[in-house]
């Protein structure tokens, strides 16, 4: 079956950096557009960056253009989140996912992994 596993979150102070890593397994990760989505406390899921299969297409919402940085390695089977300069409202439950659709209020996934959490302190 499907299985999304993330890591590498932590907690950090404002302007510090990380690196967020989800390793895939069940599905042709090499043929799937992936995503990184988020939720803060309270909040509804947050799209905030895609991948195309072949690493050629990636968008970034504007609240993290130029800081965070997707990409994957389809030999490893894994996508990555490069995070710089964070800030605390970057604080979130961090998840990977596939199949989703970006709403006007909320994003909806298909499959999301269990998440890893980023706390950015000021």
């Known amino acids: 079956q499907v299985q999304l596993v993330e890591s590498g979150g932590g907690l950090v102070q404002s302007g510090g950096s990380l690196r967020l890593s989800c390793a895939a397994s069940g599905f042709a990760f090499a043929k799937t557009w992936m995503y990184w989505v988020r939720q803060a406390p309270g909040k509804g899921i947050e799209w905030v960056s895609h991948?195309?299969?072949?690493?050629?297409?990636?968008k970034h919402a504007d609240s993290v253009q130029g800081r965070f940085t997707i990409s994957r390695d389809n030999a490893k089977n894994v996508l990555y989140l490069h995070m710089d300069t964070l800030k605390p409202e970057d604080s979130a439950l961090y998840y990977c996912?596939?199949?989703?659709?970006?709403?006007?209020?909320?994003?909806?996934?298909?499959?999301r992994g269990q998440g890893t959490q980023v706390t950015v302190s000021s």
């Open positions: 991948i195309s299969p072949n690493g050629q297409i990636i």
């Open positions: 996912a596939r199949d989703c659709l970006m709403g006007v209020s909320e994003t909806r996934c298909g499959d």
